[in-house]
């Protein structure tokens, strides 16, 4: 077996994501009961009911799929696969160690951002497909958002990208060596996670699947397996995510070397994913109009203003002092 | 192993195929979220064809501002207009339109290949050297063509600005 085949197949490739996105359901509902003093998952078997997401992949596979009345039934049953391979293939460009990447693109980053972009799209279809009034709503929601914030997530990014000199993830991570770029780019840090906190819908940014108001947002109808399949390519966003802010800043696989390169990365990864989920934990919903003038006003200005401080800092040579 | 060869012309025929086969079901398709959505397709398919030219930057770049961002506006504006209004807007068709529309695309091919006829063998002097990184076509955009790209930043924040006025003058 080439090295190649192995990478689809097992390491960065199909059988780690899957198993990393079922173990992050399972931590993301642990960890929320631990924060709230309950217990969560515990009876599936295994340490903790670790288990559990086998016991819920195998009941969702083998409930119905119920099409709601009047749904198109060709987009509603689509989206979902299509949600998936959107938030699986970005992967192929994720460096998870020195030799550990499927494809090496000059254009990694730009090919990451413009999978995400579709999301929004297939979204917004799903909502609109589902024929009722919740998901529409939440689906709306979601569009504003996720374009609002995707602008800031760009230009902050592109601190990174000049420091780096260069699009390609591996060629980012490789300049970070010495110096993580989380200390030169600290305000496109910040920018960063908080746009991708909002384009992964999650608390305080949760708008699109708000409970309370929107039943669950836009997949309130979905069930069985395309509900399935949704839950995979959120999760998988989210680890995706997570995997982009420790390419980008937190020095993707650089560590001491006692520790495997893959090893290090994923640490450092779930440490970024339960950074994002704590906050589910702690914080309540903010409003719409508030979160649109947040990234129009505040992170649209903070992450413009960055990039000319990052030229100061290249030109200056400040950057070159601290080892980039 | 024998390495598994596609070759060049199949690609280009089926990204040619998608193209043009959504391309005509975007203006054919009786609902307008489908017309959207095939649009989507055709830029797809166009993306495909940067790539096949090895420019994948603009590949991208076509995915995420077209795919990502133009056909969810046109969404957008199609699901707030309520539908018996779209329904009367779809794809109105009369006859004499898609005559004049047949003769426009007849003179218009007949043009370009004229044009390609005449200038043939002087037009594809060199291919370019190897791959070209994206740094090398910033350099090209920046070092080669400032005056062209200050003059783009210009148009689009006056394209901006007057946005934001019309925005401004409905209230």
Known sequence: MSHTFIEIIIFP???H????TAFLTWYERKLLARIQLRIGPLYAGGPGGILQPMADGVKLIFKEVILPYRADSILFLTVPLVLVFLAALPFAVIPFGQNWVIANLDVGIVFVFANTAMFPLMIILFAWASNSKFPFLGGLRSLFQQVVYEIPMWISALSVVMLAGSMSLVDIVNAQEKMWFIVPAFFAFI?????????LERLPFDLPEAEPELVAGWFTESSGAIFMLQFLALYMKLYLMSALVTVLFLGGWWGPAFIPQPVWFIIKTLIVT?????????FARIRMDM??????TRLLVISLANVFLTVLL??????????? | MMPLVIPSD???????AITIVSAILALHAKELIYG???????????????????????AMLQIAVYGGAVVVLILFTIMLVRREETDALSNPSEDGQSAVGLWLAGLLAVAISGVAALAGPTLPSEPPPGDLPVSGLGLVITAEYPIPLVILALLISAAMIGALVLAKLEK
């Open chain 1, 13 to 15: 490739g199909f059988l």
């Open chain 1, 17 to 20: 994501l899957t198993l990393v």
């Open chain 1, 191 to 199: 920018v960063f996670f908080i746009s991708i906190m909002a384009e």
């Open chain 1, 274 to 282: 339960t950074c994002i989920i704590i906050p589910r934990g702690v």
């Open chain 1, 291 to 296: 979160l649109i003038k947040i990234g129009w």
């Open chain 1, 314 to 324: 290249i030109t200056s040579g400040l950057a070159a002092a601290m080892g980039i």
């Open chain 2, 10 to 16: 199949l690609i280009f025929v089926l990204l040619a």
């Open chain 2, 36 to 58: 959207a959505i095939a649009l989507g397709l055709s830029f797809g398919g166009m993306a495909g064809f940067f790539v096949f030219l090895d420019a994948p930057y603009l």
